[in-house]
């Protein structure tokens, strides 16, 4: 299956699949997480003010916490 996730606007740097299967994480230079529907690539949530942007992204086996590691040394 095939489907195009839209909406960073800058280089894309991580993704990561939910351990649950059901989200997609996306970071970017856009200083953007974005948080997209596995199944539609429906846009669920995004939260931006990561500094300089956003490197990496990483679930919690939960399914329910994220770890964004940023270019300005934060997560």
Request: hydrophobic share 35%; net charge negative; charged share 25%.
């Amino acid at each position: 299956v095939e489907m195009e996730l839209k909406g960073h606007r800058d280089i894309l740097r991580g993704a990561a699949f939910s351990p649950d299967g059901r989200l997609i994480a996306t970071t970017s230079n856009d200083q953007r997480l974005r948080l997209f529907d596995a199944a539609t690539g429906e846009l669920k949530h995004e939260i931006g003010g990561f500094g300089n942007g956003t490197y990496e992204v990483s679930f919690h086996a939960d399914s329910n916490h994220l770890a964004v590691a940023a270019r300005d040394n934060s997560a």
